[in-house]
């Protein structure tokens, strides 16, 4: 169970629910199955009791009575005792809904952003949000590399915890950011999806929680579930309620204390899909949170580097020596590199490389003395970069504000992509007929958890401004259809799965 939700924070989230264009209780349950389809009301919540929230929101009972058991028959709702149900997505989606097939049974083979095959010639890859490699500075470094590998050549090769020289490196990066760091603390791995996996095997065991942010990277979210782990999800607020940073950590703190997670898994640096930074008081609050529950926090800050707005903020670990750390250079370089890394103390480090080893031996040594050189230079290619990316943020704001007026683009702080509010449910539905248009997507539910964020959609700006327009363009189209042909919300037969990044 993923605790409860009072009637004041309820009462937060429904806004001005009741407007008078229905009966209020079928109004409050369309804003409440509404959340819950958005990822802000978590799954596995239980409600406000009847009487509660009837006193809250100041209506009578009968309508918070009508409106539950309308959610109960939606399926949105189980039956739990007394009034407390708690909510779920339904099993079953009604006939006609994305994803669902003429029979009403889910559709297998809807574009969910899972890894599959690559996109035809000629189609907008919209589904990754990564950029084309900083090629005359990585070809430098394996030029680099190369001259060094003789000197490794007499050794065998295999190295758990990473060749010395980009560990010093790594080391050197934390110490200079105001997190004093030795090589012992650091375990190179085959890219940050590699090292939460590794974290994963040493500290999860099966049924363990994993706290998430919600929305969260969906490859995290896999990770944790193919390690037997469950993710618990805590909203991130939406903008018209958002906290200084774009976290309520008053939420955070709660299903911590709550659930008494064994991990949480965070993205406070340019959050994915959503570009949000965590500033440093609220850094401090989700230390002091963790510690207080016994929670281990997993810092992911594979996009640190991508600060489109200069606003600066320390590591999560200067805050305390608990917390552990994955990197990489597959962001803010090129994801072929396929280099990261983990940061915690040297007694976990060694309890990570024995874990390692039940995966692979070492990673390879000379793309391991190329980051190495990348690491130690890590600013020569970001000011360009950033200049780029802000110039492609903006452009893509703009296009969506002039060709898709209701989306509700949220600005990033930083990262590669933006996360939009659509006008109704049909990011699926966009997602199937999407390579009709020359582009491909990933829906907004490969980003939460029991198919919430219907409603959203990410939109990497790592495209150049003209291929930009080509692709809202084509948004544009594809949700015309849609609003001019109801049916094309049903999944599709025979698309091929996307890959995400």
């Not at 659509?422 to 199937?432: G, M």
């Amino acid at each position: 169970m993923s605790g409860s939700l009072n009637p004041s924070s309820l009462t937060r989230l429904l806004g001005e629910w009741n407007r008078g264009g229905a009966p209020a209780y079928r109004e409050l349950a369309d804003v409440v199955r509404l959340l819950v389809l958005d990822g802000r009301v978590p799954l596995d919540m239980a409600l406000p009791s009847e009487r509660a929230l009837a006193t809250t929101l100041g209506v009578s009972r009968t309508t918070v009575t009508a409106a539950y058991a309308s959610l109960r028959e939606q399926g949105f709702l189980s039956s739990g005792q007394g009034s407390r149900g708690r909510t779920r997505i339904p099993r079953q989606p009604p006939l006609g809904t994305p994803g669902t097939n003429d029979a009403g049974r889910t559709a297998t083979n809807v574009p969910s952003g899972a890894p599959g095959l690559a996109a035809p010639e000629g189609v907008i890859d919209l589904a990754f949000a990564s950029l084309p490699a900083c090629g005359e500075v990585v070809h430098r470094a394996f030029a680099a590399a190369l001259t060094e590998l003789p000197a490794l050549l007499p050794g065998f090769g295999y190295d758990a915890v990473g060749v010395k020289p980009l560990r010093e490196a790594i080391a050197a990066r934390y110490t200079a950011a105001g997190v004093p760091t030795t090589e012992e603390q650091i375990l190179v791995t085959s890219g940050a999806q590699h090292a939460l996996s590794i974290i994963l095997r040493t500290l999860g065991g099966k049924q363990d929680k994993v706290l998430v942010d919600h929305p969260s990277y969906p490859h995290a979210i896999d990770a944790i579930r193919a390690s037997g782990c469950r993710p618990i999800p805590v909203a991130l607020p939406h903008r018209s309620f958002q906290h200084a940073a774009g976290w309520d950590l008053d939420a955070v703190q709660s299903t911590m204390m709550q659930q008494r997670p064994t991990m949480a898994y965070v993205v406070p640096d340019f959050h994915n899909p959503t570009g949000r930074l965590m500033l440093d008081p609220q850094r401090r609050q989700l230390v002091r949170a963790a510690a207080a529950s016994g929670t281990v926090l997993v810092v992911d800050e594979t996009l640190r580097e991508l600060n489109l707005d200069g606003v600066s903020t320390s590591p999560l670990a200067a805050f305390s020596p608990a917390v552990v750390t994955i990197g990489s250079l597959s962001k803010s370089h090129w994801a072929g590199l396929r280099t990261g890394w983990i940061r915690a103390s040297p007694p976990l480090i060694q309890r990570f490389a024995a874990a390692r080893t039940t995966m692979d031996l070492g990673g390879a040594v000379v793309e391991q003395l190329a980051a190495a050189h990348l690491v130690r230079s890590l600013s020569e290619p970001l000011p360009a970069r950033l200049e780029a990316l802000r110039g492609n943020r903006d452009t893509l704001l703009e296009l969506i504000r002039t060709h898709l007026p209701q989306w509700q683009a949220e600005r990033p702080d930083g990262g590669l992509s933006i996360w939009c509010r659509l006008p109704a449910p049909i990011s699926t539905a966009l997602t199937v007929i999407a390579p009709d248009f020359g582009i491909r997507l990933a829906a907004g539910p490969r980003f939460g958890v029991g198919g919430a964020f219907e409603h959203y959609l990410r939109v990497p700006f790592t495209r150049p401004p003209k291929q930009l327009e080509t692709a809202v363009l084509a948004l544009r189209s594809a949700q015309e259809r849609l609003n001019a042909a109801p049916q094309l919300r049903r999944s599709r037969q025979q698309r091929p799965a996307a890959a995400i990044a």
